[in-house]
């Protein structure tokens, strides 16, 4: 099984890139555990909630690997990049436990795919920086790039968006 990382800033298109891509690949896809533990949080979120959502996340996404192990792709609605610059941008450098997370787990994708900022800012109550989109994509892509880890970018919209993907995908040589 290859896990690929759909990853990149707020309001990007992770998540229904992930679906579109798991069905195509007839596949599924681990969902982003933070939407849920945040949903149900009666407080604004602090750093142990990070923590508790990068594990809970790996954990997840470990039990969607052995569990559709038969199938081709695992595509994950996130990954410890995010946990990384969610945690540095709003607590600052994570603590070593979730250091040693992220560098565990850096390598367990085939390949990342890096959401480009070109789709309109969707409003959540989940998400806080419409205005620094362009800021966290080039954090995002320089991290990807200093952990020399496959990954491309992928825009458009709609199905050009899938398109870019499922060729990006193939670039890299998972196709």
């Known amino acids: 099984?290859?896990?690929i990382a759909i990853t990149g800033p707020e309001s990007t298109g992770k998540s229904a890139l992930c679906e579109q891509l798991a069905r195509h690949f007839d596949t599924v896809f681990v969902p982003e555990y933070a939407r849920y533990y945040i949903a149900r949080l009666q407080r604004p979120y602090q750093a142990d909630d990070l923590a508790t959502i990068a594990y809970r996340q790996m954990a997840l996404e470990d039990r969607?690997?052995?569990?559709?192990a038969r199938n081709s792709y695992l595509l994950c609605d996130t990954d410890m990049t995010?946990?990384?610059i969610w945690h540095e941008h709003a607590f600052g450098a994570m603590p070593?436990?979730?250091v040693q997370l992220f560098e565990a787990r850096r390598n367990n994708y085939a390949a990342y795919?890096?959401?480009?900022?070109?789709?309109?800012w969707q409003p959540d109550p989940q998400?806080?920086?419409p205005h620094l989109r362009p800021f966290f994509f080039d954090w995002y892509h320089q991290l990807l790039q200093q952990n020399s880890v496959p990954f491309a970018v992928v825009s458009g919209t709609d199905e050009a968006r899938i398109a870019n993907a499922l060729?990006?995908?193939a670039n890299i040589g998972l196709m």
């Open 82 to 84: 995010v946990i990384k």
């Open 96 to 98: 070593d436990c979730l």
């Open 1 to 3: 099984m290859r896990r």
């Open 127 to 129: 998400r806080e920086h």
């Open 167 to 169: 060729q990006s995908l």
């Open 113 to 120: 795919l890096l959401n480009d900022i070109d789709l309109p």
């Open 64 to 68: 969607y690997a052995q569990r559709y």
